[in-house]
């Protein structure tokens, strides 16, 4: 991916520490910490580590692609090792919402942004609920598996709303 480290920011949410800067010797440990920090040093992504990660009052950011699949311990050495198809540790990196009925809502706000490399799933209690929600977005879902709620009486995978989404498997 990346020679230097600062092309991207780098997050592990075992091994990182928001603290730290978001590089891949030193990656932060909460989302939302590494998009804001994205955005603010106008990069085009954030490399994710294996991990769950709660989308509960997550930001998105225009232009701010989400590559997950990582093993976090391969950061420091430069190798970035990935493969989006294992759901096991190190490689697993799991999107949940702990506050919605929709986990992953994305809308004209975050531009043409890439979401890949995640197993996505929607495990909050409730009669009805969303995995992910497109509204008048352009945005791009490759290579992430979407989990409905087996429990809800009404469960939608993708949902889109307008726009132009591209969605690759």
Do not use: C, M, W
Not at 46 to 53: D, F, H, R, W
Not at 57 to 80: A, E, M, P, Q, R
Not at 144 to 149: A, E, H, L, P, R
């Amino acid at each position: 991916i990346d020679g230097d480290g600062f092309s991207y920011v780098y997050l592990d949410e075992q091994n990182g520490s928001d603290d730290d800067i978001g590089v891949f010797a030193e990656p932060v440990a909460s989302l939302q910490k590494a998009i804001l920090l994205a955005y603010e040093r106008n990069e085009d992504a954030v490399i994710i580590a294996g991990g769950k990660y709660d989308l509960k009052d997550v930001l998105f950011k225009i232009g701010i692609d989400l590559l997950g699949g990582y093993d976090g311990t391969t950061f420091i050495d430069h190798s970035n090792k990935r493969d989006i198809r294992k759901s096991d540790s190190p490689y697993g990196t799991y999107l949940y919402n702990s506050g919605s009925t929709v986990t992953l809502s994305l809308g004209s706000d975050v531009g043409s942004i890439t979401v890949e490399g995640f197993h996505i799933e929607n495990t909050l209690e409730s009669q009805s609920s969303t995995t992910v929600k497109l509204e008048e977005t352009s945005v791009i879902l490759r290579g992430n598996t979407i989990f409905i709620n087996a429990e809800a009486s009404f469960s939608k995978g993708i949902e889109v709303i307008g726009g132009t989404p591209v969605i690759e498997a």
